[in-house]
């Protein structure tokens, strides 16, 4: 699935991910490669982005995105809230 994590500063991060999971307001979920219709707001938390291979840390300096240190094809990002939509295997997180 294409994964794009927002902010009103910056696009975060863009690119293909096997797996998403986000902090909703009820608790922890997660989004998979061709998964059904979801809008849901989010909470203050931890994004894990689960990559189709390593994280090429040499192209990226984007101070939001660290390193998941148990799984090497994971990267995580901290966001205070906001709102997450897969569509079509696109899922768009508009965070803060």
Do not use: C
């Not at 500063?9 to 998964?35: C, M, R, W």
């Not at 909470?43 to 660290?66: A, C, M």
């Amino acid at each position: 699935m294409h994964v794009e994590i927002i902010t009103p500063e910056s696009k975060i991060y863009a690119g293909e991910a096997t797996a998403v999971q986000l902090p909703g307001l009820d608790g922890l979920f997660q989004v998979l490669n061709n998964h059904a219709p979801v809008i849901s707001a989010l909470k203050s938390g931890i994004v894990k982005v689960d990559l189709p291979k390593p994280f090429d840390w040499n192209d990226e300096t984007n101070k939001h995105i660290r390193e998941d240190k148990t799984n090497k094809n994971s990267i995580l990002i901290d966001v205070k809230g906001g709102v997450a939509e897969m569509v079509n295997n696109k899922l768009i997180v508009l965070a803060e």
